[in-house]
């Protein structure tokens, strides 16, 4: 099995406008040691909260890390995805821009789409959600380990960075935040198909990945299976029953 999927790998809190950079400078066509250079003179320089302050190497060169294995030098598997992500971004400007840092996220580092899967359920069941419901999911899911604790409390408040969640005036307790409208069918099938690479068994039923919940803060348009087959080279599509689809990756 990919070791995506035993790993953690979130390691600090990542803001939204770090991935940014990353992306812009990628899109200028800067080269690998010149996107680092870039990254760790401005990363070093700003807290995770948004404000300026000189930072420890060791504290954000974790996030520089997670960024570049995203964007910039991701496994030999996921170039190709990532190349149409960046030709994505590259064809729509800013639009859609926190789904497609979400789609490379959960590519890359599964731990991000399991904690969003949990969240996402916990949100579909009450309105606002608090950090030991978060942390008994997570360990249900994935063991009772401190660094399932810590990582899933990083990814938490980068969602927070991100305003997928907010904090609600109770410490401890966040509460939803509007969902964004995906309503480029492309940048949907993009979406779904890092869905299956965070999933180990690369498959999933084509109604539940639309309404997943570690597409929390995203809604997708109705998309049928014949559609995303047709606009995509890496999904495949099975049906099963009567009107049932299974979305699929190409082997």
Known sequence: M???????????VVRLEWYELALHLLLDGRSTTDI??????????????????ERGEQTYTKAITQIMKCWVTPEKHLIAFRDDLLEYARSNSVEGRKALHWAATCAAYPFWFRVAFQIGRLLRLQESITQSQIRLRCFEAMGERSTVERSARRVVRTFVEWDVLKDSETKGCYEKTAQEAITDPDLAILMLESALLATP?????????????????????????DFISQHSERLDVDRYGLDDELLKLKA
């Open 2 to 12: 990919d070791k995506r999927f035993d790993a953690i790998g979130i390691k600090q």
């Open 36 to 53: 680092r250079s870039s990254l760790d003179e401005f990363v070093s320089e700003r807290k995770q909260s948004g404000g300026y302050g």
């Open 201 to 225: 068994e690369a498959k999933s039923a084509l109604g539940l990945l639309l309404n997943h919940p570690a597409f929390f803060p995203f809604q997708f348009p109705v998309l049928s299976g």
